[in-house]
């Protein structure tokens, strides 16, 4: 199944069937790694993105010299004394196996902080439970369903009230903006529409006026698209989708280069408890490593994820061979990275 989580409205067909031209900066990575020519990604420079994808986070097992980091399967850890113990006291807080995730996701995004959670869900519960009863959120029209569900059912309630934009009009973004504004909720490309949003134009906006940003990049994954070097303040993926890579795992993590929001964030799951469990961080941490491989061929079509080159076209755009060849849907090639020449 496709598009597994449509919001509501279009997949009701509520949603008009927009397709906007889209002007984007350097927002895809482009060209290959290898020519660095006019796309200066600081986070890229240290390591390739192959290396970091395969060894970011994770060192040789301390007390055996494992080269995989062992899945550590265990709720508590052994202290001298109270208080005195080797860096994890308890996993909902902290566990190795989530620490080596953490560090790994962390890199590919070219982030200081990766955050863990039980499921993508999880992830933006924890990202909107931090802000406060009166804030505001401006959100994307077009949105995976079950963030839609969120915003109006569990945070609505609780007096946390979401406006809902196209975001291809950065007017229409400024325009939705209160003085109780707080969070700028992007997700690019859009679940179920595939549309595209310009992280860079609308993150300016956003911070003129004192507001976070964050960007869902599940469907890109950091090997497209790293939301933190346009201008976004948090990254959520649904590690159960790209990150994941096997369908056999439900995961969600948050990236971010702020440390008051990575303590927020470790403060939710140890108070609310959505850590995810050690095994699935170890089968999360297996899914980058054929990355850039896996990520660059595979695409979503009708009736599944089918495995496919990014085409580019002799007019020089490439996208999902799937979608109509509309601006909204094609990113100029100049623009992303592809694996076509
Ligand atoms: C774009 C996007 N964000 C977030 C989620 C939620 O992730 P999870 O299912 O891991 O809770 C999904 C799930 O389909 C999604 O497609």
């Given at each position: 199944m496709l598009f597994c989580g449509a919001s509501p409205e279009a997949a009701s067909g509520m949603l008009p069937n927009r397709m906007p031209h889209v002007s984007f900066s350097s927002q895809f990575i482009f060209p290959?790694?290898?020519?660095?020519?006019?796309?200066?990604h600081a986070p890229l420079k240290a390591d390739g993105f192959g290396t970091r994808a395969v060894h970011a986070g994770q060192q040789p097992?301390?007390?055996?010299?494992?080269?995989m980091t062992p899945?550590?399967?265990?709720s508590t850890y052994a202290q001298?004394?109270?208080?005195?113990?080797?860096?994890?006291?308890y996993s909902r807080v902290s566990n190795p196996t989530r620490t080596a995730l953490e560090g790994n996701l962390a890199s590919l995004e070219g982030a200081e902080h990766g955050i863990a959670f039980s499921s993508g869900v999880a992830g933006i519960d924890a990202i909107v439970k931090s802000l406060r009863p009166g804030d505001h959120v401006v959100a994307t029209d077009d949105l995976y369903g079950g963030t839609y569900r969120l915003l109006r059912e569990v945070f609505e309630p609780l007096n946390i009230q979401t406006s809902f934009v196209d975001m291809s009009d950065p007017d229409a973004v400024t325009d939705a903006f209160t003085e109780d504004t707080a969070l700028l909720w992007v997700e690019t490309p859009t679940n179920p529409l595939m549309r595209l949003v310009d992280i860079e134009a609308l993150a300016g906006r956003a911070h003129a006026h004192d507001i976070t940003v964050a960007v869902d990049n599940t469907f890109a994954t950091p090997y497209l698209q790293q939301p933190l070097t346009h201008g976004a303040d948090l990254v959520l993926h649904s590690a159960t989708k790209y990150l994941g890579g096997h369908s056999d795992l439900i995961l969600g993590a948050v990236c971010t280069n702020s440390d008051e929001w990575a303590e927020k964030l470790r403060f939710q799951i140890k108070s609310t408890g959505a850590a995810p469990g050690p095994m699935d961080c170890f089968l999360t941490l297996r899914?980058?490593?054929?990355s850039t491989c896996a990520w660059s061929s595979t695409a979503p079509a009708p009736g599944g994820w089918r495995r496919c080159s990014m085409p580019t076209t002799r007019s020089g755009t490439c996208g999902?061979?799937?979608?109509?060849?509309t601006p909204a849907t094609r990113w100029p090639r100049s623009k992303c990275r592809t694996t076509a020449a």
């Amino acid at each position: 199944m496709l598009f597994c989580g449509a919001s509501p409205e279009a997949a009701s067909g509520m949603l008009p069937n927009r397709m906007p031209h889209v002007s984007f900066s350097s927002q895809f990575i482009f060209p290959p790694m290898s020519d660095s020519s006019s796309h200066d990604h600081a986070p890229l420079k240290a390591d390739g993105f192959g290396t970091r994808a395969v060894h970011a986070g994770q060192q040789p097992d301390p007390a055996t010299g494992a080269v995989m980091t062992p899945i550590y399967q265990t709720s508590t850890y052994a202290q001298a004394a109270p208080g005195e113990h080797k860096g994890h006291e308890y996993s909902r807080v902290s566990n190795p196996t989530r620490t080596a995730l953490e560090g790994n996701l962390a890199s590919l995004e070219g982030a200081e902080h990766g955050i863990a959670f039980s499921s993508g869900v999880a992830g933006i519960d924890a990202i909107v439970k931090s802000l406060r009863p009166g804030d505001h959120v401006v959100a994307t029209d077009d949105l995976y369903g079950g963030t839609y569900r969120l915003l109006r059912e569990v945070f609505e309630p609780l007096n946390i009230q979401t406006s809902f934009v196209d975001m291809s009009d950065p007017d229409a973004v400024t325009d939705a903006f209160t003085e109780d504004t707080a969070l700028l909720w992007v997700e690019t490309p859009t679940n179920p529409l595939m549309r595209l949003v310009d992280i860079e134009a609308l993150a300016g906006r956003a911070h003129a006026h004192d507001i976070t940003v964050a960007v869902d990049n599940t469907f890109a994954t950091p090997y497209l698209q790293q939301p933190l070097t346009h201008g976004a303040d948090l990254v959520l993926h649904s590690a159960t989708k790209y990150l994941g890579g096997h369908s056999d795992l439900i995961l969600g993590a948050v990236c971010t280069n702020s440390d008051e929001w990575a303590e927020k964030l470790r403060f939710q799951i140890k108070s609310t408890g959505a850590a995810p469990g050690p095994m699935d961080c170890f089968l999360t941490l297996r899914g980058p490593r054929p990355s850039t491989c896996a990520w660059s061929s595979t695409a979503p079509a009708p009736g599944g994820w089918r495995r496919c080159s990014m085409p580019t076209t002799r007019s020089g755009t490439c996208g999902i061979p799937a979608f109509p060849p509309t601006p909204a849907t094609r990113w100029p090639r100049s623009k992303c990275r592809t694996t076509a020449a």
